[in-house]
């Protein structure tokens, strides 16, 4: 395999290995921070994975996807208080969680590279950030997480909702990985990575979602000491 095929797209490692393959594409694995991933010539096209996401009608109204993101809308809730500034990272065309979050009191703002790409929400730093049903389909994570991180305030919270990485032996019926626009899977090796890399605290409130703390410069200077 072709050396730019197998480095990792959250921790740069190279070395990636086999993990899993199917009729459509091969699946690798880093063997440093766990996450399994798309080669990128495996990968959709910009045009190609866009044109998937027009196909998605997600009523920001719809009780039941209001619902399906209250799993973590609700935890965010009970960790910031009214007046918290959020940024809702991979929006979409139909910004349901951000509306849901302003509605009690934290204002937000949105950032989706295909529906919202305003680059002047990088020059703020926000209170908590939000990535529902995002990070799976990030080509460059690393490179991401480590944007997300940098805007994010000490003390602040990162929220990410995606499915965990399932065992091995059940891959073959996993419907996520069916996904062509999923190119990135997350098991709990990953996102302790994640917790350990950018120096946050990692909570697991309900299924599928994942807290980061970031570390204040106070608690910092005591992991160092």
Request: charged share 25%; with cysteine.
């Amino acid at each position: 395999m072709n050396g730019s095929h197998n480095i990792c797209s959250l921790c740069r490692h190279h070395g990636a290995v086999l993990y899993h393959h199917d009729r459509a594409r091969k699946y690798l694995q880093c063997k440093r921070c766990g996450l399994v991933f798309v080669p990128p010539n495996e990968r959709l096209t910009r045009a190609e994975e866009k044109a998937r996401y027009d196909l998605h009608r997600n009523d920001p109204y719809d009780p039941r996807y209001r619902g399906f993101l209250s799993r973590l809308a609700g935890p965010i809730l009970e960790r910031v208080p009214v007046g918290s500034e959020g940024l809702d990272f991979g929006c979409g065309p139909g910004p349901a969680l951000a509306m849901m979050l302003h509605e009690k009191g934290r204002p937000m703002t949105v950032y989706d590279p295909f529906y919202a790409p305003d680059d002047a929400v990088w020059s703020r730093t926000y209170d908590f950030i939000t990535a529902t049903e995002v990070v799976e389909h990030l080509y460059r994570p690393g490179e991401e997480l480590d944007r997300l991180f940098r805007v994010l305030r000490p003390g602040g919270w990162l929220g990410i909702m995606t499915k965990k990485l399932s065992d091995h032996e059940n891959l073959h019926n996993w419907c996520y990985m069916r996904d062509p626009t999923h190119v990135c899977f997350f098991g709990l090796e990953a996102f302790e990575y994640i917790s350990a890399y950018w120096n946050a605290s990692l909570e697991m409130p309900g299924s599928n979602v994942f807290l980061f703390q970031k570390r204040t410069h106070a608690e910092q200077s005591d992991t160092d000491t």
